[in-house]
C-alpha cells in the first residue's frame, strides 16, 4: 500500500472528499457528528459535507442548518431507508472520494488521510477503520456493539455504514439499495468485490460511535433487525450462487429453530398423559436448551482467545451469542414471510430517532 499522500506537504494535493452523513430524528446526536468531521485533520476547502435527512421531525434540519458549508438534502420519504440517504448524497457531490458517516458517529481527526493513502492503490474500492464505541462501560448492550463492530485488518469481505469509497464504485455498482432497512452495507461490499475491487479493514480509529443501548427492548429490537438484514442479504446473495453468509443463517435457524421446536414439543409431550411421553419431553426441553446454550456450554474459551477477554467477560459474551439467535430467527421468519406476501419491512419516519448516551 502506497503511503506517498499521507507525506504530501502541499494542502492543495490532497484530493477531494465529499462527506455524507444520513439521519433522521437526530437532534441529540447531529450537532457532535458535524463538528467532529469540520475538526478533520484534512484541508477544509477540499472537504466537502452534506447531510442527507430522512424526514426528520425533531429539530436536526435546524441544527444542519447552523454550521456553516454543509448541505442538507431533505427528503420525506414515506418510508425512509440508509440506503436512500446515502445515495442522494454522494451523487449530489462530485469528489473523487466518498465518506459515508451515520449521524450518532464522530470521526476521528486523522482517519480522512489515513483513508485516502489507502486508496492511493487503484485495487481499492472501499476502505475502512476501526468503529469504537464510546461508552462501552455503560451498559452490557454498548460493551457488546463495542466487542462486535470490527473485523481483523487487511482485506475484508464486507463494510459497514462508516466507509471511504471511490465515487467510480459507487457509479458503477449504482450505490446502495434503497429498499433494504437492514444489511445494505454488506449487500452492496459483495456487488463491489463481484466488480473486482478489493475492501480494505484498516487497524486505525475512523469514528466513535454512540450505540447508546440500556434497555433490553432495544437489545431485542436490533437483534430482529440483524437477522431481518442476514436474511435479506443471503436471499439476494443465494441468487448470484455466492456463499456470503450461508453460515450465519444456518447457525441462526439451525439453532434458533431448534431451541424454539424442541422447546414447544417437549412441554407438549410433558403435559401429555403418558409417563413415557412426558419424560420424552423433558429429553425434548434438554435438547431444546442444547440448541440454545451451545456458546455459553462450549465456545467460552474460544472468545477468551479471539477477543481478548478475561472468564468473567467471555462468559458474558457468550451468554449473549447463546439467546441473540431467537429474536434473530423472528427477524428471519418476518424477511421470508414478507416476501412470501410482498410486505418487506419498512421504515416509519416517525419511529425512527437517534438517542445519546447520557452524559
Known sequence: MSMVRSQLPGASQWPHIDCVIIGVNCAQTLARCLASVRAADYPADRLHVYYADGGSIDSSLEIAARFAGVTIISLSPEYPTPGLGRNRGWQQGVSPFVQFLDSDTLLDPGWLKKGVAALD?????????????????????????????NGPAGEADCFGGDVMMRRKVLEATGGYDEVLVGGEDPELSRRVVRAGWRIVQLPDPMTWHDLAMTRI?????????????????????????????????????????????????????????????AAAGMGCLALGTGFLLRPRLFLVNKFRRLHSLSRKEANRYAWHCSVVVVP??????????????????????RRLSTAASSR
Request: net charge positive.
Open 328 to 349: 434473530q430467527l423472528l427477524g428471519v421468519v418476518r424477511f421470508y414471510w414478507g416476501k412470501w406476501l410482498k410486505r418487506p419491512l419498512r421504515n416509519r419516519r
Open 217 to 277: 427492548g432495544q437489545y431485542l429490537k436490533r437483534a430482529f433487525r440483524s437477522g431481518y438484514g442476514f436474511a435479506a442479504v443471503r436471499d439476494r446473495e443465494a441468487r448470484r450462487s455466492s456463499d456470503f453468509w450461508r453460515h450465519e443463517i444456518q447457525k441462526i435457524v439451525i439453532r434458533g429453530g431448534g431451541f424454539v421446536l424442541s422447546s414447544l414439543l417437549g412441554i407438549f409431550l410433558i403435559f401429555s398423559e403418558s409417563a413415557n411421553l
Open 121 to 149: 492503490d487503484p485495487s481499492v474500492g472501499a476502505v475502512q477503520g476501526l468503529r469504537q464505541e464510546m461508552h462501552p462501560q455503560r451498559s452490557l448492550f454498548n460493551w457488546i456493539g463495542d466487542l462486535e463492530w
